[in-house]
């Protein structure tokens, strides 16, 4: 199973699995924008499409963004644009 990506025709393009990005999910346990629920419940939804994904529910950070959250962010970028580099 992949995931289904858009593109300018109708039709739905099925993404195989293996080559799926990396994802991170980062959020506070107590954001009043993002519930945690809602983080959860996307992280099973990209495992079962097949996806490595790294979640991160900070404990009372609120709606912010940390230090830790961009590194994870910069190195799911640095995992996507390696390959490009070489």
Known sequence: M???RCSSTPQPTV?????????F?????VDSHIP????LESEAVFRRLGAAVTRKL???????V??????QVQRVMDA???PSRA
């Open 2 to 4: 992949g995931a289904i």
């Open 15 to 23: 993404i195989p699995p293996d080559t799926l990005p990396p994802i």
């Open 25 to 29: 999910l980062g959020c506070s346990d």
């Open 36 to 39: 945690a629920e809602r983080v």
């Open 58 to 64: 900070y404990p009372g950070m609120g709606h912010t």
């Open 66 to 71: 940390i230090g830790d959250e961009i590194e």
């Open 80 to 82: 996507v644009l390696q």
